[in-house]
Nanobody, 124 residues
Framework: QVQLVESGGGLVQTGGSLRLSCAAS????????KGWFRQAPGKEREFVAA????????SYTDSVKGRFTISRDNAKTTVFLQMNSLKPEDTAVYYC?????????????????WGQGTQVTVSS
C-alpha cells in the first residue's frame, strides 16, 4: 500500500518557522516528482513547492518564494518543507504529493498520490 505521511504541522506565531516532513512507503518513487500543496478554508487546493527525483530542480509558488525551501534526504524517501517568516495567510492544511515524471509544471496541476494532510496555523 502506497503511503505518504506528513508530520510537523502545528500552531506558530507570525514570523515563526515550521518544518514539514513527508515520509513515503509502499513503493519506490524512482522518477517521481514530490512536493506540497495546501488548502485554506473555503479555498481550492493550491500548489506550494516541488522537487524532482534526480536533478533536484525545484519550483515554488510566488507567494512562498524566499520564505519556503523544499529538500529531500539522500535516501530519496523523505521530503521536507522548511517554512520561515510564516504569515497568517499561510494557514492551511498542507498535503504531500507525488507524481510520475520530472515536469514541474505538470506536477503543479495535480498528483498521482496524496498524503492525508497536516494542519498549519499561523496566528497574528
Amino acid at each position: 500500500q502506497v503511503q505518504l505521511v506528513e508530520s510537523g504541522g502545528g500552531l506558530v506565531q507570525t514570523g515563526g518557522s515550521l518544518r514539514l516532513s513527508c515520509a513515503a512507503s509502499g513503493r519506490t518513487f524512482s522518477g517521481y516528482t514530490k512536493g506540497w500543496f495546501r488548502q485554506a478554508p473555503g479555498k481550492e487546493r493550491e500548489f506550494v513547492a516541488a522537487i524532482t527525483w534526480s536533478v533536484l530542480r525545484t519550483s515554488y509558488t510566488d507567494s512562498v518564494k524566499g520564505r519556503f525551501t523544499i529538500s529531500r534526504d539522500n535516501a530519496k524517501t523523505t521530503v521536507f518543507l522548511q517554512m520561515n517568516s510564516l504569515k497568517p495567510e499561510d494557514t492551511a492544511v498542507y498535503y504531500c504529493a507525488a507524481r510520475s515524471g520530472s515536469d514541474l509544471y505538470t506536477f503543479s496541476q495535480g498528483a498521482d498520490y496524496w498524503g492525508q494532510g497536516t494542519q498549519v496555523t499561523v496566528s497574528s
